[in-house]
């Protein structure tokens, strides 16, 4: 069963304009961790947040904030003023007691000038 | 200093032959990892090593087998590729497989079977 939903496959917006990555989760375990990672154009993965079950606190890194929610089983991602420098492939993760990091399938963000 | 390097970047081959790929990471892990990226982005984790023990082997083919000589590098060997074979592979690390650390990814290489 997939244990990370994006639904949003492809997002495209003009700069400055602010972007919302959905990120739904499934698990059973108590005990879990959540992440986001970026894969710009040039391929590499880059990690952003890690988020822990039992720390519902939202965080704010300059123009990036994540907003984790338990009760609806969501971590989104808001872009806010989005530059053409945020294109790129936005994946959420899970990890939970199988200790596999397993993806969701992933948003393209493209920010147009 | 690059923390997780793998090599070779881009490597094309035909169909039938046999490739590796390596990696080595300099970050004092314990724990290394193979995933596959498909052509839809979709990334999917193949193994996983702990201080050169083998803890997660998914249902992958038994062509794909990775080598551990140590905990700094993890490398995989793949026989007969198919065709299916072509994506992108990621070679990444983290502290400790129970640690819920994040992991470290190399920059990835691209296979193309032809």
């Known amino acids: 069963a997939q244990k990370v939903t994006q639904a949003q496959t492809e997002i495209s917006v003009v700069e400055k304009e602010d972007v919302t990555l959905d990120c739904v989760y499934e698990?059973?375990?108590?005990?879990?961790?959540l992440f986001w990672y970026k894969q710009p154009p040039s391929g590499e993965l880059v990690f952003l947040i890690r988020r822990n079950s039992f720390d519902e606190q939202n965080e704010i890194s300059g123009r990036y904030s994540w907003n984790f929610q338990k009760s609806t089983s969501s971590f989104n991602f808001t872009i806010t003023a989005s530059q053409v420098v945020d294109s790129a492939v936005y994946f959420c993760?899970?990890?939970?007691?199988?200790?596999?990091?397993?993806f969701g399938a992933g948003t393209t963000v493209t920010v147009r000038a | 200093d690059t923390a997780v390097s793998q090599t070779p970047k881009y490597l094309v081959t035909q169909m039938g032959n046999d490739k590796s790929i390596k990696c080595e990471q300099n970050?004092?892990?314990?724990?290394m990892y193979w995933y596959k990226q498909d052509s839809k982005k979709f990334l999917k984790i193949m193994f996983s090593y702990n201080n050169k023990e083998l803890i997660i082997n998914e249902t992958v083919p038994n062509r794909f087998s990775p080598k551990s000589p140590d905990k700094a590098h993890l490398n995989l060997h793949i026989n007969s590729l198919e065709l299916g074979d072509s994506a992108v592979y990621f070679c990444?690390?983290?502290?400790?497989?129970?640690?819920?650390?994040?992991?470290?990814f190399g920059n990835g290489t691209r296979l193309t079977v032809t």
């Open positions: 993760a899970l990890k939970d007691n199988d200790y596999k990091l397993s």
């Open positions: 990444a690390s983290s502290q400790d497989v129970r640690d819920n650390s994040p992991l470290h």
């Open positions: 970050l004092g892990h314990d724990t």
């Open positions: 698990t059973r375990d108590t005990t879990y961790y």
